[in-house]
DNA sequence: ATCGGGGCTTGACACGTTTTAATCGATGTC
DNA sequence: GACATCGATTAAAACGTGTCAAGCCCCGAT
């Protein structure tokens, strides 16, 4: 049997005894191992794996009074958009050697507070967040106790920080423009909490299409929905079709779009022919859905290591560092979705 | 401006002196609010708001021994079956007070064994675990010291480890059975590295269902993948369209069986009439798929949930604890892509 | 032979919190 | 009025690592 009954909790002491050095050299074996003569750093490393020695996290950041570890808050862990920017961050973080902690606010303010608030117990090296809230209080107050922040799918005007982001207005433009190409001349746009900058964006967008084709405001009907997940999708179809039904429909992410066409076909309507449907964010199960959806596609993958990038150059120099504020611009993605049969525009 | 350029570390003791109190004081307010006067109590509590003082969690994880936090190792962040699992961890470890560390193996050993080993570092209280392998030889090395680990999604025949689990080869059977009910004699299985053990239970669970039906292995035809997402779906798909198709395509999980299915309809074949199609863990997107597919729903939710209490059972009272094998059974769920219209069975 | 210097190693302290035992003051008892 | 009791507070000692100044040893130069 390998376990042991006496707690033997195996320190940077007991290994330094069994290699017949001082805590300090296997200090320096463990991070400048350049100093440290080649004799002596292996017998350490031999002493490390033979007592199974794992380095203690919590005594390493609270004497370096930071860890390794960076903190990624996204709003929906259920989102795949937010799980491929995730697997971007990873993939950079662990290149560098950071380890990720991954939180979601769930679209929640308080859940944004408590889980950053977490992060800022756990003295992480710096965080990458999609602020729930336009304003980003809580970044300012993370950014306060040095901790530096990265907004991450949002912009900001302001200097002090990092965003990197993806052009919602235009995207919105974009999405809106071609249901209009399609012969819409009424649009139901479903949209999460307008306090979601996201959602925000990209109605502006919408609206501004819409100008664009000589049409007013009203051409635009808004249904707001609780969540931007699927679920929420379904609800916001039920009542649309209570009323009389719009030309088309842009849903402000996949997932409602997803939600929103299985009850359109269920209620017995034709997409695009009866009312053209166009999603956001183009995530995979996209182009598999009953009706090939059209989307907008964003660089999901990049934005997560772009934004990582800034992060850790930050972190390890934090003087030279210039802020930047990037911004991506999305791509039409149309399938059938969107598409009326040709002769069958009004 | 509310920055401070002179880097102000706020501790215990400053609270304390500004409080007029000293810092064990501080620290009973913090955890044994109990012990202190009221007055006491709350000009302390002014304090802390007063210079926004965040306790530092190193500092108590290495007088503790441990942290307030566990891990969350799942196979693939990306697959919505182990999102929605992470939920049901969430909301339990928040209401019970622990924070949560997610991270994702990506089925890959040497990627587990990496963020084990960070977790370790961490002294994360205790380890939720969807393993690669099939031993756990990992688990047991975090076990040694003395780190609860529960099995998620994996059951175990030790009795030294709790899991929870659900039955895969009865899920097996039952999809291969509603397949082969179907009118189908020969199965593909499209399926990720035989050493997961969900795809070889699934495998052996079909192969039951054949016998039962009498048919032989050989009406089983494997198709390996190297991965279980959408992409090697279609790889898989387009493979499986090289030779003869077969009656029937089980895939070992949903997002697999998307992109088979995307593949299948561009080539031309109507599901189910043509091939018929079955998944498994009934995804949310399965619903909505381009043919409704037929899958086999686990308790996902729930699986976060109990691993959760359990693991946080035993790191609350590791005397007392009885470790806890549990067993879910599956649950059919038939959409289109599996029923063949009636009359067209051979 | 002495000195200087460079390469390795060491010793000791500091990081911020928790915890234990000791202290203090007040209240109640004999 | 002395003493025990009890509650509230404090002082000080850990936890395991990183860092830095100081020490050691050996070699080459003078």
């Given at each position: ?10 320190g940077i002491k ?9 805590p300090g050299?296997v200090s320096n074996v463990l991070n400048r191992p350049?100093r ?18 794992v380095r203690n996290g919590s005594a390493s950041t609270l004497r370096a009074g930071h860890s390794s570890t960076i903190g990624l808050m ?19 973080a662990?290149?560098r050697g950071y380890a990720v902690i991954?939180a ?11 889980n950053l608030r977490v992060l800022a117990e756990q003295r992480v090296r710096g965080v990458l967040l ?8 809580n970044a300012d107050r993370l950014r306060d106790r040095d901790v530096p922040v990265v ?9 002090n920080q990092c ?145 990582t990038?800034l992060l850790l150059e930050e972190c390890d120099d934090a003087g030279g560092h210039?802020h ?23």
């Amino acid at each position: 049997m390998s376990s042991n009954d006496t707690a033997r909790p195996v320190g940077i002491k007991q290994v330094a005894a069994h290699a017949g050095v001082s805590p300090g050299t296997v200090s320096n074996v463990l991070n400048r191992p350049e100093r440290v003569a080649d004799g002596t750093r292996e017998r350490v490393e031999r002493a490390i794996v033979e007592l199974g020695f794992v380095r203690n996290g919590s005594a390493s950041t609270l004497r370096a009074g930071h860890s390794s570890t960076i903190g990624l808050m996204v709003l929906d862990l259920a989102n795949p958009f937010f799980t491929e920017v995730a697997r971007g961050v990873e993939d950079v973080a662990s290149e560098r050697g950071y380890a990720v902690i991954l939180a979601s606010s769930g679209e929640s303010d308080e859940r944004e507070q408590r889980n950053l608030r977490v992060l800022a117990e756990q003295r992480v090296r710096g965080v990458l967040l999609t602020p729930v809230g336009d304003e980003g209080e809580n970044a300012d107050r993370l950014r306060d106790r040095d901790v530096p922040v990265v907004l991450l799918d949002h912009p900001t005007p302001r200097a002090n920080q990092c965003s990197v982001a993806v052009d919602d207005v235009a995207g919105g433009e974009l999405a809106a423009a071609e249901l209009l190409a399609g012969g819409a001349r009424t649009i139901a746009f479903v949209t999460g909490p307008p306090g979601l900058r996201q959602c925000a964006d990209r109605r502006k967008g919408a609206l501004r299409a819409l100008k664009a084709a000589g049409l007013g405001r009203d051409a635009l009907r808004e249904v707001p929905v609780a969540a931007m997940n699927a679920r929420a999708g379904q609800e916001a179809a039920a009542r649309l079709l209570d009323g009389p039904p719009p030309d088309a429909v842009f849903c402000a992410n996949d997932l409602l779009a997803l939600g929103v066409l299985r009850v359109l076909l269920q209620a017995g309507m034709r997409v695009p022919e009866d009312v053209a449907l166009i999603g956001y964010d183009d995530i995979d199960f996209s182009a598999a859905a009953a009706v090939p959806l059209s989307s907008v596609r964003q660089p999901t993958y990049r934005l997560g290591r772009i934004a990582t990038e800034l992060l850790l150059e930050e972190c390890d120099d934090a003087g030279g560092h210039a802020h930047q504020q990037v911004m991506f611009q999305p791509e039409l993605v149309v399938r059938e979705s969107s598409r009326r049969a040709p002769g069958s525009a009004r």
